[in-house]
């Protein structure tokens, strides 16, 4: 068809092919103000509010640098571009200012003219054609894109974050002591001793120097007590004590000097799952299956709070020294914010839709990070406000940690481990454990995970009974192992139109 046969045969089919366009609209005639931003604000207030839904249904298929002169015959197109082309070229001519959302929709023939050098100057803030599919007519639309919002066929507005470059890491050590599951890690502030608890019922104290080089000497000494698996360990800073909790309902605190317990904690009316010691006040805080979260005071052994409100097992806790100074993670998916003066619950976050297993938090910023089958979900403490996502580890995540160079670590029950950039979110290595010789396939899984206190070591309790220790690839480099933007890129422009 060519042109001659598209264009208007009279201005009569020039006003039906207006109304089409413009139909649901009302007058462009706006009153004159004294004031030119208010003139302009009311013309683009008019226009976005009745030709916005038009702009969301273009398709979006961009063009060269066309910019549609307005149709001679249509009187309301021809009012409404006059004030803008006129509001434009007022507003260039004075001192630059931030430039307004401007949003334009012209009817154009195709065999209308270009717009004039001097109207496309004063208009050049409007740089990008969309095309309008319409009946009988070839009609385009005009917009800004820097400030609409974009549809989802496009995404030039995504600001990809670049991640920062960390070295892989490989398996360096393999220690076979336990009997049963190795169930929790924790570390002594010295780096001089790590402690590891199993489902043997024993507590195994390591020389970590000794362990990293797998001498036959690093284990120090098996402390048994606990008529159930030991499912969480702690160091005190302060005091020469290490914490133990277990399913048997109990909780220790170890004397390291004499190797004997010195107290014990009642309450739990259930398994005790998690254990942690608040940073500054002698206080210690444990959870477990009857829902509740217990604050102790650790040499009275007095029960200083009861936390209560999930409705099923409190798998994960951490400990701050600001508020709030309390968080726990649930098996019911939620995860509660408590104020530990007042005893209650600050705030309780449900993104989650599975069972919430393990939390962390790294030194370096007051965020926290918690896991999930699901997904790992990135959160600013302070307040609870949900960060971003961390996809990609399709597991029941077990363990998680982080170091001081932001590296987290995720590892699930069937064995995988995933590592990323904290700060971005990219997944920058993907490995899985190998269950050591005699073990079945199905005992390949991760249920404790931590940094050494420089960082540079990871140690992972896993369930083939083994202790594993990890270390950074010394080889690697950007070279070698390089930042995979491609996919990076890929994965962000997917979570971005997800969102939309």
């Given at each position: 068809?060519?042109?001659?046969?598209?264009?208007?045969?009279?201005?009569?089919?020039?006003?039906?092919?207006?109304?089409?366009?413009?139909?649901?609209?009302?007058?462009?005639?706006?009153?004159?103000?004294?004031?030119?931003?208010?003139?302009?604000?009311?013309?683009?207030?008019?226009?976005?509010?009745?030709?916005?839904?038009?702009?969301?249904?273009?398709?979006?298929?961009?063009?060269?640098?066309?910019?549609?002169?307005?149709?001679?015959?249509?009187?309301?197109?021809?009012?409404?571009?006059d004030e803008f082309l006129l509001l434009q070229k007022k507003e260039q001519q004075s001192p630059p200012q931030q430039q307004s959302t401007a949003v334009v929709a012209l009817?154009?023939?195709?065999?209308?003219?270009?717009v004039p050098p001097s109207s496309t100057a004063a208009a050049s803030a409007v740089t990008t054609v969309h095309s309008i599919p319409s009946q009988g007519t070839d009609s385009r639309i005009l917009v800004d894109p820097s400030n609409m919002r974009q549809n989802s066929h496009s995404f030039s507005s995504v600001s990809i974050p670049r991640p920062q470059w960390h070295a892989p890491w490989q398996l360096s050590t393999v220690i076979s002591s336990h009997l049963g599951w190795v169930r929790s890690i924790a570390f002594d502030p010295t780096n001089d001793m790590f402690a590891t608890g199993s489902a043997d019922r024993t507590i195994k104290i390591f020389d970590f120097a000794k362990a990293c080089v797998g001498a036959n000497d690093a284990l120090k000494i098996t402390l048994t007590g606990h008529i159930s698996p030991v499912r969480g360990l702690a160091f005190s800073p302060r005091h020469p004590y290490l914490f133990s909790a277990g399913e048997d309902k109990m909780v220790k605190c170890w004397d390291l000097e004499?190797?004997?317990?010195?107290?014990?904690?009642?309450?739990?009316?259930?398994?005790?799952?998690?254990?942690?010691?608040?940073?500054?006040?002698?206080?210690?805080?444990?959870?477990?299956?009857?829902?509740?979260?217990?604050?102790?005071?650790?040499?009275?052994?007095?029960?200083?709070?009861?936390?209560?409100?999930?409705?099923?097992?409190?798998?994960?806790?951490?400990?701050?020294?600001?508020?709030?100074?309390?968080?726990?993670g649930?098996?019911?998916?939620?995860?509660?914010?408590?104020?530990?003066?007042?005893?209650?619950?600050?705030?309780?976050?449900?993104?989650?839709?599975?069972?919430?297993?393990?939390?962390?938090?790294?030194?370096?910023?007051?965020?926290f990070l918690s896991g999930a089958a699901d997904v790992l979900k990135k959160w600013q403490a302070k307040e609870g406000r949900f960060i971003q996502n961390l996809s990609g580890h399709k597991a029941v995540i077990n363990a998680l940690a982080i170091n001081e160079d932001g590296v987290v670590v995720s590892g699930a029950d069937n064995g995988s481990m995933n590592f990323w950039d904290y700060k971005t979110g990219y997944c920058f290595q993907k490995t899985e454990t190998v269950a050591q010789p005699g073990s079945l396939d199905a005992e390949n899984g991760i249920y404790a995970a931590s940094f050494d206190m420089t960082g540079t070591r990871l140690v992972t309790g896993e369930a083939d009974k083994t202790i594993k220790i990890w270390k950074m690839n010394e080889d690697a480099s950007e070279l070698t192992h390089p930042i995979d933007m491609k996919g990076w890129r890929k994965k962000c422009l997917t979570e971005a139109r997800q969102r939309k």
């Open positions: 068809m060519t042109d001659n046969q598209l264009a208007p045969k009279s201005a009569s089919s020039s006003r039906k092919r207006s109304r089409k366009l413009f139909h649901n609209c009302y007058d462009f005639t706006v009153d004159n103000h004294d004031n030119e931003s208010i003139q302009k604000a009311s013309v683009l207030r008019r226009f976005s509010h009745h030709y916005y839904p038009f702009l969301s249904q273009t398709n979006q298929q961009q063009q060269p640098d066309i910019l549609c002169e307005k149709s001679k015959t249509s009187n309301r197109t021809a009012r409404f571009v009817a154009a023939s195709p065999n209308d003219s270009m004499t190797n004997q317990v010195v107290r014990h904690y009642h309450g739990h009316l259930s398994g005790v799952f998690d254990l942690k010691l608040h940073p500054t006040l002698d206080l210690l805080v444990t959870g477990g299956r009857d829902a509740v979260a217990r604050v102790w005071d650790m040499r009275t052994k007095h029960q200083v709070h009861c936390l209560t409100g999930h409705d099923n097992t409190v798998g994960a806790i951490l400990t701050k020294s600001v508020d709030p100074q309390i968080i726990t649930s098996y019911d998916s939620t995860i509660k914010l408590w104020d530990l003066a007042a005893g209650k619950c600050m705030t309780t976050l449900t993104h989650h839709k599975k069972a919430v297993r393990a939390l962390a938090q790294p030194s370096f910023e007051n965020t």
